[in-house]
């Protein structure tokens, strides 16, 4: 379940950051002018007061590819998948007012990458959607030839669907001839992630047959649909300042607060037979069960935080800037529904009497999720515009983020196991039903932690008249860790009522309780990386930018392109 919550939540402030290719083709240190107020040096919130600093009027529309970043829109095979994006800022003529405003739509389905093992190995692999048969010649009794044809079919599929929705509206204001603006910024933000994974969604058959009479001898079906599915809304206010601390220096401040309601769901569905005997008509060796689950948590919470910054003019064309900033998020839910079912048969023929066991068992209960959330960032960069319209800068950023869920899950269950021998003998003490009952609480908590150091370098230089070329790289040390313990914290021994056919009650308490307390899985990685990029930005006009990324000559239909309307 962690993976579903961290999505809808840590997606809800994606919207509030778009990427322009400047800034991607530059390890984010050269701005272009959304960044500058839609992320700027942390890039960990708006600042709608530097709205102010951007001249004249920007669009932003599907062309500037700023909701991924990834489309490729050369590429006539590609799947389409990307979203729609409109935009822009504006500063009001005559005034120092700026204001700016971004509506985003994305909708993926990302598939599963799937494997189906067998003999040998992997037999059939592929993403979404995987089938594979295989059979096996077996020589049972070891006289040189084969007796039996084991059969197996398996498949399974497993995909994720997401889809983001936000709208955010922004303004700055600089009343004193701009050594003093402010800025404020709402947003509304709707995010759903339903998930379909292969290990909920798959089917099997097994069949065994006797080569000598061609009778088959065993069989088994198997099959399972599963869903996760969440949703999440977000509003969010915002609010940033910046002014002017003497000649040479500027301070910024900013702070973003969110409010979070949502709800998780997950059901599961799995039937399946197996029969000992199927090639012998009116013989009994068959076992079937269906199995269901089925929960919803409503959530709610909050987020904020905010941080702080100072630029500095070293000396004409050279500037340094400095930032740090910490934003924290808790967000808690408890179950609406929560249910777990069992049900199985099975019939054995005894000479002349069909034996039944029938099983139910059903769970009920609480399930509460509570997830806290803290990211801190911090750092410092120089940019220098020299001669001939090279800008070069160097950055050392922190970064550090902590996630800590906690799952407590309440159950109760009750099991029937019902016998009959088939003799219809009244008072029968061989018959008899057995009722259990039995309850605990456990609680799961997975903490990470990701810590990133790095050193980025950008830089953008003129090639020709009206393009420039941008490289970038960002080396770093990535420290992660994550640690799931399992606790019971509660729970009742299993009793057992059984009433026999003659009336004969019998009761036992299990003892003692047989628990998997104090489960610990941990692991640590740490790595050093170094992510390069590149682009090209071209004038072409006044009124319009293009800038490219994931240019090879080989291989054209992967270009990136991003197109901007100035005015």
Not at 276 to 282: F, R, V
Not at 342 to 368: N, V
Not at 444 to 465: A, D, F, M, Q, Y
């Amino acid at each position: 379940m962690r993976t579903l919550v961290a999505v809808l939540i840590l997606a809800a402030v994606a919207f509030s950051q778009p990427e322009t290719f400047r800034w991607m083709s530059t390890s984010g240190l050269i701005y272009d002018d959304l960044d500058l107020w839609a992320g700027g040096l942390l890039h960990m919130q708006p600042l709608p007061d530097r709205l102010v600093e951007v001249e004249g009027y920007r669009l932003y529309t599907g062309l500037a590819n700023l909701s991924t970043g990834d489309d490729t829109a050369l590429d006539e095979e590609g799947d389409g998948e990307g979203g729609f994006l409109i935009g822009g800022s504006a500063l009001l003529p005559g005034s120092e007012v700026g204001l700016g405003a971004i509506t985003d739509f994305f909708d993926r389905r990302i598939f599963e990458e799937i494997e189906l093992t067998g003999p040998g190995g992997v037999l059939a692999s592929g993403e979404g959607q995987v089938e594979a048969s295989w059979s096996e010649f077996v020589d049972e009794d070891g006289d040189g030839a084969f007796d039996t044809r084991h059969t197996e079919h398996h498949s399974a599929s497993g995909w994720e669907d997401s889809t983001q929705t936000s709208a955010g509206v922004f303004a700055g204001w600089a009343p004193g001839a701009r050594s003093l603006s402010i800025g404020l910024g709402a947003a509304l933000v709707k995010n759903s992630v339903s998930e379909m994974p292969s290990s909920m969604n798959y089917s099997m058959s097994v069949s065994d047959t006797n080569l000598v009479t061609g009778t088959p001898t065993y069989a088994m079906d198997l099959s399972s649909e599963g869903e996760n599915a969440g949703d999440a809304s977000v509003i969010v206010a915002m609010l940033s300042g910046s002014g002017a601390m003497g000649d040479y220096m500027i301070g910024r401040g900013m702070f973003m607060f969110q409010s979070v309601s949502g709800e998780q769901t997950h059901t599961l569905s799995e039937e399946g037979q197996e029969d000992g005997a199927p090639g012998q008509p009116g013989v009994y060796d068959l076992l079937s069960w269906q199995r269901s689950e089925d929960y919803s948590v409503d959530l709610s919470g909050s987020a904020f935080g905010g941080g702080a910054g100072l630029d500095y003019t070293l000396a004409d064309n050279w500037l340094l800037e400095l930032g740090g900033g910490y934003y924290t998020s808790s967000v808690d839910g408890t179950t609406n529904t929560f249910s777990s079912e069992l049900d199985s048969l099975y019939q054995l023929t005894q000479g002349s009497l069909l034996e039944t066991t029938s099983i139910a068992i059903d769970g009920s209960g609480d399930l509460s999720t509570v997830m806290d959330e803290t990211h801190v960032r911090g750092g410092a960069k120089v940019t220098a515009s020299l001669a001939d319209g090279l800008i070069v800068s160097l950055g050392a950023f922190y970064d550090s983020q902590t996630s800590t869920e906690t799952n407590t899950m309440e159950l109760a269950y009750t099991g029937n196991m019902t016998f009959d021998d088939g003799d219809t003998e009244y008072a029968d003490p061989d018959d008899y039903t057995a009722t259990t009952s039995w309850s605990q609480t456990e609680e799961e908590k997975v903490t990470s932690s990701t810590t990133r150091i790095s050193l980025p370098v950008g830089l953008e230089l003129p090639v020709i008249h009206r393009l420039v070329a941008r490289l970038g790289a960002d080396p770093a040390f990535v420290w992660e860790e994550e640690t799931t313990t399992n606790t019971l914290l509660d729970a009742s021994p299993a009793v057992t009522e059984v009433v026999y056919g003659d009336g004969t009650i019998d009761e036992y308490v299990d003892s003692p309780w047989i628990t998997y307390d104090g489960t610990l899985v941990s692991s640590e990685d740490s790595r050093t990386e170094i992510p390069f990029s590149y682009g090209l930005g071209f004038a072409a006009t006044e009124n319009l930018q293009v800038d490219l990324m994931g240019m090879g000559l080989g291989y054209i239909d992967q270009w990136r392109i991003s197109a901007t309307l100035l005015f």
